[in-house]
């Protein structure tokens, strides 16, 4: 699993069957401290609740589409909660 910000959405007029009714949203990977970690890419909403500037965390590969039962879902991530808070101590301070 990993941390990412929202930064924006995808709207297809077309996408795969298994696709359909789920929401495409960009997300943008961040480190403990919330800088920009990679590349943006886009992941499937599996909540259905998230939005421009949620903090969420999601799952790569297979997993990323677990929740959805369904057996073949093409996808590279998943959004699967919002975060509401979190605390991350440095090493230093351990």
């Given amino acids: ?10 709207i297809c007029t077309h996408k795969d069957e298994n696709l ?7 997300v943008q990977p961040v ?23 949620d903090l969420v965390y999601l799952a790569k590969s297979r997993e990323s589409s677990l929740p959805l039962n369904k057996d073949l879902v093409a ?4 959004i699967l909660g919002i975060i509401d808070y979190y605390n991350v101590k440095r090493m230093e301070e351990i």
């Fill in 75 to 78: 996808s590279d991530a998943g």
């Fill in 31 to 53: 480190d403990d401290q919330l800088q920009d970690k990679g590349k943006p890419l886009v992941a499937i909403d599996t909540i259905g609740q998230s939005g421009e500037g």
């Fill in 20 to 26: 359909r009714g789920l929401k495409l949203l960009i």
């Fill in 1 to 10: 699993m990993f941390v990412a910000k929202v930064i924006g959405n995808m």
